[in-house]
């Protein structure tokens, strides 16, 4: 992992998740997020998950609901959610 990779994670009484370092949103549900980070892929599995606020400028990302438990990859996927949406 680079020295310069900028990336948080706060939990918040397991009701709220607040990230910065947020590259790309690969997959969203009510269980599951699936996101990129500067440092890998981060899983958020619960329920009644949403995203409640997501700037792609700075990187922020807001994740409210039942949190079950966040996870990381090292992998990096291929083509995201945003790079669909903005070919």
């Known amino acids: 992992m680079p020295e310069n990779t900028m990336h948080d994670l706060v939990i918040e009484s397991r009701k709220k998740v ?11 549900d009510e269980e ?3 996101a990129e ?6 899983f958020i599995k619960g329920s009644l998950l949403k995203i409640s606020r ?6 922020d990302m807001i994740v409210e609901g039942n949190i079950d438990a966040v996870s990381y990859s090292e992998g990096k996927a291929k083509g995201g959610f945003f790079s669909k949406v903005f070919r």
């Open 18 to 28: 607040t990230m910065t370092g947020i590259v790309d949103v690969e997959s969203f």
């Open 32 to 34: 599951t997020i699936v």
């Open 37 to 42: 980070s500067e440092c890998g892929e981060i």
């Open 54 to 59: 997501l700037s792609v400028e700075s990187g």
